[in-house]
């Protein structure tokens, strides 16, 4: 059995060698490449672009301004803007030029006259609406209540009712790679690479706007490095670049510079919370009344966000009297979208800190306030309706507790030394595979090996490898000779992506689903090359065997017996082929649940140093327990940047002030520390293969832990994401 071990990464090969191909690696023969005019002020009306003297350049071969194409939820300058700056970085013409250099150095001859206009930047002054982020619109671009029970009654029977506000600041997703496309013209259809998460999406939305035009798109997935939710979702640039590419029948290839990353990747979380809530003398929770704001920046996409974050917000607890008011609010900056975890890390910093805060409050032990207020049995309805399906909170949040008490008696030891040091745990509830289905196509070749197509779009997880396992199972053969391909809309007819950490559950039950079809076509056929009975067979560790008279025949003989020689014909009435697909998708979302402890220093500089972390998970049946660990690292190394360093800030006027890698910190090797993982496997999914998610959960797990032992060690109350330095002085 695979599943279950840690089977080093099929995929890890030709990327340490150097051999993986990024977008900026693809070359075409006659590519133009295409470089962006971006706004460096928030908001304006423009009065002219004038791009003769950029056309009058050698190598420059045309400037495109004001395309627009109408696309759900991004305002009317969209795309590009036509009349109306939004936010800086917001594109207002394009350049294409047969050296990339060329191109880069024309935008600086292109002239754009335009007016200013009032900027609104902080979201809670977007929600008073009086100066506008998009003219002629209102800034609040969406609005609903989540209400359940009476939290104002319950506000009134409580012992204690307390008021925060909770602000988790923008973040920037940082993937090593920039985003990127390479459109290749090819008169009646479009070739387009891409570093995505989703290749079958962007044909989708791609087609939506120039099907017209072109017969089909092709959409290949080249090597991607790193996309963190935030390489899902169209962007002005993917459109652009095809259209440059309709427009110039030609190759057209851009990559974003790291500055034009900045400001351009859809930024992630920009969440605020104004919560009320109250408890018993015990510790019970009573109540939350949230405001919670969005601050989507100029366009109202991320709305979905908010949403997430609103009913998730009772996280694992058993509190039933809330209200949730969820706003989205635009703001003159770079549109908002899911960065991983997708409002369940703000959710998470909500509920953990109000948890903290009632233990301190009512000075009861951080512990004991969860487990009182714990859920116990599952399934459980949300008060919002969501089902908690599966798992033993309890028993987790015990395990952990071990940890934390040993985490506790060290930092007790070091304060005596006179050390800023404490110790923090958060549990909480993740919810993943996000739908609504996903593909996979099993296919045996001649040669024996089996090649798995997947409709998701793997880009460092490790799906390779752990789908890999799951079918090497299935058909009773070696890891090493399943292939695992996805990534290309021309190798499978539909699917998804990588998103909402979905694609071992969803793609690894599609290619389990169809490992057993082509599993009972091995049998059918075998049967008639053995002159059997179906019946009489039996198929056992990649061999089809007959009891009866001790004959086998592998499965490469059975591929190999359908490759009839050339010309020969088909005698069988089976039909030759040893291929199916299989599709897999949930009723119900999944919902994984954990635990982070961490053991942490404020040194006198204000430096925050980790000295031990912990980290539980309960994600049912674990395929590849390393491939999980490493997304748990990766995720906590993620969270200790969004807690301690990573802020996207602008200033009042709309600059952005952390438009580079200097200013805008993210975590580096230097930052990283040594990460502990274990796993349950109680909370297991309905799936054939009952696994759930794990791509995320450290992104939510750890900012409350680690804001928790920070807020203990230098004794002062935190309610804001990251924590400031002023703080930790
Ligand atoms: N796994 C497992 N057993 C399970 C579940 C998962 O062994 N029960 C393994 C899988 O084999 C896979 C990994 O854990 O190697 C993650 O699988 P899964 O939880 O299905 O998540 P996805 O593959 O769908 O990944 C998406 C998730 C998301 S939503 C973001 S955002 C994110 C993340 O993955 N972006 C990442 N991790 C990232 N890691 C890298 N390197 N780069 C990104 O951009
Ligand atoms: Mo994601």
């Known amino acids: 059995m695979y599943v279950g071990q840690r089977v080093k990464r099929k995929e890890d090969l030709k990327l340490i060698t150097g051999s993986g191909r990024y977008i900026d690696d693809i070359e075409y023969p006659g590519t133009l490449y295409l470089y962006i005019v971006r706004s460096n002020v928030a908001h304006a009306k423009i009065k002219y672009i004038d791009v003769r003297d950029a056309l009058k350049v050698n190598g420059v071969v045309g400037v495109i301004t004001g395309l627009t194409i109408p696309f759900e939820n991004r305002p009317n300058n969209w795309p590009m803007a036509k009349d109306e700056i939004l936010y800086v970085g917001h594109p207002i013409a394009a350049i294409l030029a047969t050296d990339k250099y060329v191109a880069a150095d024309a935008a600086d001859l292109i002239q754009v006259d335009y007016e200013e206009l009032p900027a609104v930047i902080n979201p809670e002054k977007a929600l008073k609406d009086d100066v506008k982020a998009i003219e002629g619109r209102s800034n609040i671009a969406y609005k609903k209540t989540y209400s359940s029970g009476d939290p104002e009654k319950a506000l009134s029977n409580s012992d204690i009712v307390l008021e925060e506000k909770f602000e988790i600041s923008r973040v920037y997703p940082s993937p090593m790679e920039t985003r990127g496309l390479l459109s290749v013209y090819q008169e009646d259809s479009l070739l387009v690479y891409a570093s995505t998460q989703s290749a079958h999406?962007?044909?989708?939305?791609?087609?939506?706007?120039?099907?017209?035009?072109?017969?089909?798109?092709?959409?290949?997935?080249?090597?991607?490095?790193?996309?963190?939710?935030?390489?899902?979702?169209?962007?002005?640039?993917?459109?652009?670049?095809?259209?440059?590419?309709?427009?110039?029948?030609?190759?057209?290839?851009?990559?974003?510079?790291?500055?034009?990353?900045?400001r351009g990747m859809y930024h992630g979380r920009g969440q605020i919370h104004k919560v009320k809530f109250g408890a018993k003398r015990d510790g019970t929770l009573t109540a939350i009344i949230d405001d919670a704001i969005i601050d989507l920046g100029a366009a109202s996409h991320g709305t979905y966000l908010v949403d997430i974050a609103a009913t998730m917000l009772p996280g694992p607890y058993k509190v039933r009297d809330l209200r949730v008011n969820a706003y989205g609010v635009y703001t003159n900056k770079t549109p908002l979208d899911q960065y991983r975890g997708a409002g369940r890390p703000e959710a998470a910093f909500v509920y953990e800190r109000i948890m903290d805060i009632i233990a301190d409050e009512l000075k009861l032990d951080p512990i004991y306030v969860?487990?009182?207020?714990?859920?116990?049995?599952?399934?459980?309805?949300?008060?919002?309706?969501?089902?908690?399906?599966?798992?033993?909170?309890?028993?987790?949040?015990?395990?952990?507790?071990?940890?934390?008490?040993?985490?506790?008696?060290?930092?007790?030891?070091l304060r005596k030394q006179g050390r800023r040091v404490s110790a923090g745990l958060s549990f909480y509830l993740e919810q993943n595979n996000f739908g609504p289905w996903?593909?996979?196509?099993?296919?045996?070749?001649?040669?024996?090996?089996?090649?798995?197509?997947?409709?998701?779009?793997?880009?460092?997880?490790?799906?390779?490898?752990?789908?890999?396992?799951?079918?090497?199972?299935?058909?009773?053969?070696?890891?090493?000779?399943?292939?695992?391909?996805?990534?290309?809309?021309?190798?499978?007819?539909?699917?998804?992506?990588?998103?909402?950490?979905?694609?071992?559950?969803?793609?690894?039950?599609?290619?389990?689903?169809?490992?057993?079809?082509?599993?009972?076509?091995?049998?059918?056929?075998?049967?008639?090359?053995?002159?059997?009975?179906?019946?009489?067979?039996?198929?056992?560790?990649?061999?089809?065997?007959?009891?009866?008279?001790?004959?086998?025949?592998?499965?490469?003989?059975?591929?190999?017996?359908?490759?009839?020689?050339?010309?020969?014909?088909?005698?069988?009435?089976?039909?030759?082929?040893?291929?199916?697909?299989?599709?897999?998708?949930?009723?119900?979302?999944?919902?994984?649940?954990?635990?982070?402890?961490?053991?942490?220093e404020v040194d006198n500089s204000g430096k925050v140093k980790i000295l031990d972390y912990y980290a539980i998970d309960d994600i049912g049946t674990v395929v590849n327990p390393m491939l999980a660990e490493a997304q748990v690292i990766g995720g906590v190394i993620q969270g200790f940047g969004e807690s301690v360093l990573e802020e996207i800030v602008?200033?009042?006027?709309?600059?952005?002030?952390?438009?580079?890698?200097?200013?805008?910190?993210?975590?580096?090797?230097?930052?990283?520390?040594?990460?502990?993982?274990?796993?349950?496997?109680?909370?297991?999914?309905?799936?054939?293969?009952?696994?759930?998610?794990?791509?995320?959960?450290?992104?939510?797990?750890?900012?409350?832990?680690?804001?928790?032992?920070?807020?203990?060690?230098?004794?002062?109350?935190?309610?804001r994401l990251p924590s400031r330095l002023e703080d930790l002085l």
């Open 438 to 600: 996903e593909s996979a196509s099993v296919r045996i070749k001649a040669d024996g090996k089996v090649q798995v197509i997947i409709g998701a779009s793997p880009h460092g997880q490790g799906a390779e490898t752990g789908i890999a396992q799951i079918v090497a199972d299935e058909l009773g053969i070696s890891v090493d000779d399943v292939e695992v391909i996805w990534g290309d809309t021309a190798l499978i007819g539909e699917g998804f992506g990588t998103y909402g950490s979905r694609s071992l559950t969803l793609a690894g039950n599609a290619a389990l689903l169809a490992a057993r079809r082509v599993k009972d076509k091995v049998l059918r056929l075998a049967a008639q090359f053995m002159k059997s009975d179906v019946q009489e067979l039996q198929y056992k560790d990649g061999k089809v065997i007959n009891p009866k008279t001790g004959k086998t025949m592998s499965l490469k003989e059975v591929a190999s017996r359908n490759m009839a020689s050339l010309g020969g014909i088909w005698e069988y009435k089976e039909e030759p082929g040893l291929e199916a697909t299989g599709y897999f998708g949930f009723d119900n979302l999944t919902y994984p649940y954990g635990s982070h402890v961490v053991l942490a």
């Open 650 to 719: 602008y200033d009042e006027n709309g600059n952005l002030l952390t438009g580079n890698l200097f200013d805008y910190a993210i975590p580096t090797a230097v930052e990283a520390f040594n990460i502990k993982w274990e796993y349950m496997e109680e909370g297991k999914s309905n799936a054939p293969l009952p696994a759930k998610g794990i791509g995320e959960g450290a992104t939510i797990g750890t900012p409350p832990a680690l804001i928790r032992a920070i807020e203990k060690a230098i004794g002062k109350r935190l309610t």
């Open 370 to 413: 969860r487990k009182r207020n714990l859920i116990t049995e599952l399934p459980y309805v949300n008060p919002f309706g969501l089902k908690y399906d599966s798992g033993n909170y309890l028993k987790l949040l015990e395990n952990a507790e071990k940890v934390y008490r040993e985490f506790e008696k060290r930092a007790n030891e």
């Open 201 to 262: 999406y962007m044909r989708r939305y791609l087609l939506s706007a120039f099907g017209n035009k072109v017969k089909d798109i092709r959409v290949i997935q080249a090597d991607v490095g790193g996309a963190f939710g935030a390489k899902l979702f169209p962007y002005s640039e993917d459109f652009i670049t095809v259209y440059a590419s309709l427009q110039y029948r030609r190759p057209v290839k851009w990559v974003a510079l790291r500055s034009e990353d900045i």
